[in-house]
């Protein structure tokens, strides 16, 4: 007893008064955060059930809409009744993100839709681009048409035009974007050169903030992180908002809203070469990242896809067998019998160590 009386009194006086002594701040003190993530109050919203009407359920809406969840907005603006169609959109969601389909904001779910994300929708005019469950073997997917870039475009070029509202120096802009596009080169026969902005560039990258003029405003530090246009458009636009992270290590990153810009072009890449978003986790066109992740390597499912729009690399050796195996076999209960198949598929593929080449149906 003596001694914590004795601690107390030689520690509260510095605590708890503004003391101009200068004793170092202790190391208990959470770090004061300097961001809000536009989607965190969605957790107020966790356990509401079909029939529920709370404060905040119409910016679920909302974003739900944004994502493809849900096709026709109100004339006016979205309730906050949970009704019929919140609940369909919702078991949606969750069979696209390989949850359980419980048809209510669980835990679960409400966390996954907290994560910063790609700004392209996963359903597009109707149609899933995730299609979790559509196709008997393949997870990736294309947009509406197929849309790629023409084989006599091979040889992409792509140039920086609005960089002025970020800090990275230009040479290590170029370094990691020239990084991302080769993961894509090394599968396939397309190759990137990077120009000047004046050089009538297939591709244009720029870092945007709030509402840029293409319908698509940017919401700050978190929430919607990026988006690009499918072929052949070629517009990549970054939130210039966000806590990017362009050297060094991610994961040790000071700010907790750090996002790894080389991770998210690679992701943007592939949209802007015709993929769409995939339901396998591992997978680099999966639409979420954490904070503090750098996920850069193409897992068989991107591969197969990129494969499947432009032929494969006679130089590629196949990815490293390990990420998907871990991500398959914990995660396809319960989609039904294609699935089941697809996942004996895969793990054939990943035993015999050979991803290219292989054309699935
Ligand atoms: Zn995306
Ligand atoms: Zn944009």
């Known amino acids: 007893m003596m001694s914590f009386i004795f601690f107390a009194f030689l520690v509260l006086p510095f605590t708890y008064t503004n003391s101009v002594f200068a004793f170092p701040p202790l190391p208990s003190f959470p770090p004061i955060p300097s961001f809000t993530n536009p989607w965190e109050g969605f957790q107020n919203l966790s356990g509401c059930h079909p029939g529920d009407n709370v404060p905040g359920i119409s910016d679920l809406k909302q974003y739900l809409h944004d994502f493809g969840y849900i096709s026709n907005p109100p004339p006016a603006n979205f309730t906050n009744s949970f009704d019929d169609e919140l609940e369909a959109a919702i078991k949606t969601y969750q069979k696209n993100f390989k949850l359980n389909v419980t048809g209510f904001l669980d835990p679960s779910t409400i966390n996954q839709m907290t994560l910063p994300r790609c700004g392209m929708p996963d359903i597009i005019n109707g149609t899933s681009t995730m299609a979790s ?5 393949k997870l990736y997917t294309y947009f509406t048409g197929n849309p790629r870039w023409p084989s006599s475009k091979s040889q992409l070029t792509y140039a920086f035009t609005s960089t002025s509202s970020v800090s990275i120096s230009t040479s290590t802009l170029s370094t990691v974007i020239s990084r991302a596009f080769s993961r894509w080169a090394a599968t396939t026969t397309l190759t990137f050169t990077e120009v000047g902005s004046d050089s009538d560039p297939d591709i244009t990258i720029g870092f945007y903030s709030g509402d840029h003029g293409d319908g698509e405003p940017f919401d700050g530090v978190l929430g919607t992180l990026a988006h690009a246009f499918s072929p052949t458009d070629g517009r990549f636009h970054l939130d210039a908002a966000e806590q990017w992270v362009a050297e060094g290590d991610v994961t040790t990153a000071s700010s907790d809203a750090a996002i790894d810009l080389e991770s998210v072009a690679v992701h943007e890449i592939g949209h802007l070469l015709g993929l769409g978003h ?45 990420t998907t195996v871990q991500q398959r076999d914990t995660s ?6 294609g699935l089941g198949f697809g996942s004996l598929f895969w793990r054939v593929l990943v035993v015999g160590g050979v991803v290219g080449g292989l054309v699935l149906g």
């Not at 897992?299 to 196949?318: C, F, H, M, R, S």
């Not at 396809?332 to 019998?337: P, S, T």
């Open 332 to 337: 396809d209960a319960g989609l039904g019998l």
């Open 133 to 137: 469950s559509l196709h008997g073997r």
């Open 278 to 322: 995939t339901s396998v986790e591992s997978a680099i066109m999966y639409p979420t990242i954490k904070t503090k992740t750098k996920k850069v390597e193409l897992a068989e499912d991107d591969v197969v896809g990129i494969q499947n729009l432009y032929g494969k690399n006679p130089n590629y050796t196949g990815v490293a067998p390990a």
